[in-house]
């Protein structure tokens, strides 16, 4: 009877992954009848199918030649994707990874971006061939990271991300100085799927056969990380040297899906939490539905991007398919994520490190450094005749024009820094920070609206459309939350959700070529100089409230640090509190990304540099971390003005170039500590 019933289980459990991956098959695959049958004019479908490629008919060269190898290379993309993502997610231990966590799709963009503007000549080895180099560089980057800490599953995401946003932030400056000579590389770069021939598709589709080939080889030492690296250590895997292979499986697969097609993010995250969802439990069945469900839904954002375009529904000339895979993806993702369950509390596993008081004489050093940033930020300045020192009548008179600028660098640099602690604290996560909570996403999607909905440009509507879409994020992480008693997984995955799809439309809107683009890469940077009085001391005031508050957290932070089952027994309200954490990082976050744009590298970076100071409690980590992220914030808004004079680089743009070396720094140093 038991046998039955456990069979009967299995049989319910394919037959959601079935109808899952079926779903989107066939609507994909009536979306590309109705194309074909367009193309041939009124033919029938089978018709269509069965004609020649030697044929006159230029339908039957348009579907031989454009059309089926673009629905072919889609699903080889999909599919190595969605394998990717399932073989760093195992390897990792976290649901999180992805193929961008290694940092390959912006170090291939990143190395295509200088070749176009510095070294021209570099082209003629071809783009797949720079983007290969590209993304191989970043991987070894992350890997020389991961090596320091043994290559465990958190150093390894660790350097990722620093890697990630470090090459982001860089592309991003690039593009600001040279977007006009970028744009057919930002096309590229949101993922287009044309095609003139079945070459590149047969060449793709024989390095995914080798991969999946790797990957079917380390099944069975991979299947015993479920049990953790101590237990599989026990069993005889080499860990470390498994694990490599694996990423390196995962991290070509995404270099040849870059070569191949460019950009297209998200399919990695999505497809296997969406495989997941579906049942795929165990590794075997989550490596065969994962490339499946990633070609399926690949396929099918690329269909609903073509029938959108033809109807005219874009106001835009070309929208490439990866830049809005998130916009089909994320929904999917949203819906099912309330049936995910999470692995066992790990706070308690991993065990809570020994706090110690922070050091007064580094915390001292720190507190003495922000009022001199501040004094050289007033007085420092570079103007036609050279760098020049302004004396204390003359700092009396510049405070009316630069006294706001540096009240909004310090509030912004402080809630970011207590933002991305409490988030730390609260789920455990060293990764976590205000941009993967999704809430300054949903504040600049409120802004990007008025941007392209209005008819002016007006700061008041933009901050009021950031005020709305940060109360908008607010409510639907509050929403979800709620249901699960803000487990912060959860609440990671529904802010990594909400940035996909911010970032998805993003990319859409810069490669579209509408002129307002521009004003988005402005707003994206973040700059101090647009700052009204009234806004800076506004937020000032709010991170003066934010700071005398924070002391009430202390208690809870320290329980949950513990895992919930320790602080509900101790008698925290574990949900309330995750609750009222949530807001107060929110609101945060909201307020320093009128500021300085969703760019929160501060927010990452700050509570790492205050740990590993010695401010390991979480009250002093709070102030602490306030003071470097103000520190961090101050000493980068003074270089934006200085570094290109007479134009001035965003605050937040120098602030995440100025705050990656220190936490590679940091990383490096605390993994040859151990």
Do not use: K
């Not at 961008?100 to 783009?127: D, E, H, K, N, Q």
């Not at 839904?297 to 929208?319: G, K, N």
């Not at 995910?340 to 720190?366: F, M, S, Y």
């Not at 640090?561 to 009222?580: K, M, Q």
């Amino acid at each position: 009877m038991r046998n039955l019933v456990l069979a009967g289980r299995v049989a319910r459990t394919s037959d959601r992954r079935l109808a899952l991956v079926g779903a989107m098959a066939v609507l994909a695959a009536c979306l590309t009848a109705t194309d074909v049958h367009r193309v041939f004019a009124g033919a029938s479908f089978w018709h269509a199918l069965a004609a020649t490629a030697d044929t006159q008919d230029v339908g039957a060269l348009l579907v031989h030649y454009s059309l089926l190898p673009r629905v072919a290379m889609t699903l080889l993309c999909g599919a190595a994707l969605g394998l990717a993502g399932t073989l760093m997610q195992q390897v990792l231990r976290n649901p999180l990874a992805e193929p961008m966590t290694l940092g390959v799709f912006p170090g291939a963009y990143l190395t295509l971006s200088v070749a176009t503007i510095w070294m021209p000549g570099w082209l003629a080895m071809g783009r797949s061939t720079l983007a290969l180099a590209g993304g191989a560089a970043a991987m070894l980057v992350v890997f020389a990271l991961a090596w320091a800490q043994r290559m465990s599953p958190l150093g390894v995401i660790l350097g990722g991300m620093v890697v990630n946003l470090y090459c982001g932030a860089i592309s991003l400056a690039i593009s600001v100085v040279h977007f006009d000579r970028l744009a057919g590389l930002q096309i590229w770069g949101g993922g287009a799927l044309d095609q003139n021939g079945w070459q590149p598709t047969l060449h793709l589709g024989m390095q995914l056969a080798a991969c999946a080939g790797g990957a079917a080889l380390l099944y069975r030492p991979l299947n015993l990380f479920d049990a953790g690296d101590t237990t599989a250590r026990h069993l005889g895997v080499a860990v470390g040297w498994v694990r490599g292979a694996a990423l390196f499986v995962a991290v070509a697969l995404t270099a040849f899906v870059v070569a191949e097609v460019g950009v297209i993010g998200f399919i990695g995250l999505a497809a296997p939490l969406l495989a997941r969802l579906a049942g795929a439990r165990q590794l075997r069945a989550r490596l065969l539905w994962s490339p499946l469900t990633g070609a399926a839904l690949l396929w099918l954002t690329d269909e609903i991007v073509r029938t959108a375009a033809r109807a005219d529904l874009f106001s835009a000339h070309v929208i490439a398919t990866g830049s809005a895979t998130a916009i089909v993806g994320v929904p999917l993702l949203v819906g099912l994520l309330p049936r995910l369950r999470t692995r066992p509390d790990a706070h308690a596993a991993a065990g809570p490190r020994q706090d110690r008081r922070a050091p007064r004489a580094i915390a001292l050093v720190w507190a003495m450094l922000l009022p001199l940033a501040c004094l050289l930020s007033l007085a420092v300045s570079r103007g036609p005749t050279g760098t020049s020192v302004a004396t204390l009548a003359q700092i009396e008179s510049l405070l009316f024009w630069r006294g706001p600028h540096l009240v909004a660098a310090l509030a912004a640099g402080a809630l970011l820094a207590v933002a991305g602690t409490l988030l730390q604290r609260m789920s455990a996560n060293p990764m976590a920070s205000p941009d993967v909570l999704g809430v300054g996403s949903g504040g600049m999607f409120g802004m990007v609206a008025v941007l392209f909905l209005g008819h002016r440009l007006v700061p008041a509507a933009l901050v009021a459309g950031c005020v709305a879409g940060t109360f908008a994020t607010l409510v639907l992480l509050v929403w979800f939350g709620r249901r699960a008693r803000f487990a912060p997984e959860r609440l990671l995955l529904v802010g990594l959700s909400i940035s996909a799809l911010f970032n998805a439309v993003v990319g859409a809107l810069m490669s579209s070529g509408d002129p307002r683009a521009g004003v988005l890469v402005d707003l994206l940077i973040g700059s101090t100089y647009y700052v009204a009085p009234g806004i800076a001391w506004s937020v000032a005031a709010l991170a003066l409230l934010t700071l005398a508050v924070a002391p009430l957290t202390g208690r809870w932070l320290a329980a949950l640090a513990l895992g919930t089952d320790v602080a509900a027994s101790v008698g925290v309200p574990v949900g309330r509190a995750r609750f009222a954490l949530l807001l107060l990082a929110a609101m945060s976050t909201a307020a320093a990304t009128v500021i300085v744009g969703p760019l929160s590298f501060v927010g990452l970076i700050a509570p790492h540099i205050a740990r590993f100071s010695g401010a390991r409690r979480p009250v002093p980590q709070l102030y602490l971390a306030a003071t470097l992220g103000a520190l961090l914030m101050v000493t980068a808004d003074w270089l934006g003005r200085q570094i290109a004079f007479p134009q001035e680089i965003a605050t937040g743009l120098v602030a995440t170039l100025l705050g990656g070396p220190w936490l590679v720094a940091l990383v490096m140093l605390r993994g040859l500590r151990r």
